[in-house]
C-alpha cells in the first residue's frame, strides 16, 4: 500500500514538473513574441511616411515612439516579465546540461556570471571592433546563428519524447510525433533558404554580412556559408540517425519473443 502511494506520489510530481515545464516555456516565447510585437508595430505604425535605411533610422523612430510616458513603462514591465521567466529557464536548464552532460555542479552565482559573459563577450567585441555598426550586425547574426542551430537541437528532444523505451507512457502522441516532423520540415526548408539567401541574396543585410559596404565583418562571409551547409548536414544526419535506445528495445523485443519460444518446448521436453 505504502509503495503504490509513492508511486503515485511520483506521477503526479512528474506530471506537475512537465506543466511547469511547458508553461515556463509558453511564457518565455509568450513574452519574446509581446516584446518584439510591440517593437516592431510601432516603428511600422511610425514609419509609414519615412524610409528605414539603417539600425540609427529605427533607434530615431523608437525614441520618438517613447516621447510618450505609457509606452516605456508597458514596455519595461514585458521586459522585466520575460527577461526573469528566460533567466530562470536558462539556469534551471544550463544546470541540467553542465551536470549530467559535462559532469560539473556549478552554483547558481556560477551559472548567472557564465551566462553573462558569453553575452557580453560578443557584443563588446563588436562595438570594439566596428561600433555601432558592428552591434547592428551582431543582432542580425544572433538570429541567424541561432536558426541554423535550431533543427539540429529539436531532433533528439523529439527523438526521445516519441521513444517508448525511454518516456515509457510519458510518450508523446502519434499526432503530435507528425506534427513535430512537419515542424522539423519546416524549420529545415526555412534554413536552406536562409542559406541561399547568404549565398546568393542582394539585399543590404546580405551585402552587410559579405562585406560590400564599407563597414568592417565580424564574422567572414565563407565562414558563414560553411556553418549554414553544415548545420544542415548535420540536422540530416541525426534525423537518420536512430537512437541506440531504439536499438536496445529491438534487441530486448528479440529476446522476448525468443525466450517464450523456447518456454514451451522445455515444458514439453520435461
Given at each position: 500500500m505504502s509503495y503504490m502511494q509513492v508511486q503515485r506520489a511520483h506521477v503526479h510530481t512528474l506530471g506537475a514538473l512537465f506543466h511547469d515545464h511547458l508553461f515556463s516555456i509558453l511564457f518565455t516565447f509568450t513574452g519574446v513574441?509581446?516584446?518584439?510585437?510591440?517593437?516592431?508595430?510601432?516603428?511600422?505604425?511610425?514609419?509609414?511616411?519615412?524610409?528605414?535605411?539603417?539600425?540609427?533610422?529605427?533607434?530615431?523612430?523608437?525614441?520618438?515612439?517613447?516621447?510618450?510616458?505609457?509606452?516605456?513603462?508597458?514596455?519595461?514591465?514585458?521586459?522585466?516579465?520575460?527577461?526573469?521567466?528566460?533567466?530562470?529557464?536558462?539556469?534551471?536548464a544550463s544546470h541540467v546540461v553542465t551536470e549530467h552532460f559535462f559532469?560539473?555542479?556549478?552554483?547558481?552565482?556560477?551559472?548567472?556570471?557564465?551566462?553573462?559573459?558569453?553575452?557580453?563577450?560578443p557584443a563588446i567585441y563588436s562595438a570594439k571592433v566596428a561600433g555601432s555598426e558592428g552591434v547592428y550586425q551582431l543582432i542580425i547574426l544572433c538570429p541567424v546563428i541561432q536558426a541554423f542551430t535550431l533543427p539540429s537541437s529539436v531532433i533528439p528532444v523529439f527523438r526521445i519524447a516519441s521513444s517508448s523505451w525511454?518516456?515509457?507512457?510519458?510518450?508523446?502522441?502519434?499526432?503530435?510525433?507528425?506534427?513535430?516532423?512537419?515542424?522539423?520540415?519546416?524549420?529545415?526548408?526555412?534554413?536552406?533558404?536562409?542559406?541561399?539567401?547568404?549565398?546568393?541574396g542582394d539585399s543590404d543585410w546580405t551585402n552587410s554580412l559579405k562585406g560590400n559596404t564599407e563597414t568592417p565583418v565580424l564574422i567572414p562571409h565563407t565562414v558563414l556559408i560553411l556553418m549554414s551547409c553544415a548545420s544542415i548536414a548535420f540536422a540530416l544526419f541525426l534525423a537518420v540517425t536512430p537512437?541506440?535506445?531504439?536499438s536496445r528495445e529491438a534487441e530486448t523485443q528479440e529476446l522476448s519473443v525468443h525466450s517464450q519460444r523456447e518456454a514451451p518446448d522445455e515444458i514439453q521436453r520435461s
Open positions: 513574441f509581446l516584446v518584439n510585437y510591440v517593437l516592431l508595430s510601432s516603428a511600422a505604425a511610425e514609419s509609414s511616411h519615412n524610409v528605414i535605411h539603417t539600425f540609427h533610422d529605427a533607434v530615431e523612430l523608437m525614441n520618438e515612439i517613447f516621447t510618450s510616458s505609457m509606452a516605456p513603462l508597458v514596455l519595461l514591465a514585458v521586459l522585466l516579465f520575460s527577461s526573469h521567466i528566460i533567466a530562470l529557464t536558462s539556469v534551471i559532469g560539473a555542479n556549478l552554483s547558481l552565482v556560477a551559472h548567472h556570471v557564465l551566462l553573462k559573459l558569453l553575452s557580453m563577450i525511454i518516456m515509457g507512457n510519458y510518450r508523446v502522441s502519434l499526432r503530435v510525433e507528425i506534427l513535430a516532423s512537419l515542424a522539423f520540415c519546416l524549420t529545415l526548408f526555412i534554413n536552406i533558404i536562409f542559406a541561399a539567401e547568404i549565398l546568393f537512437l541506440k535506445s531504439s
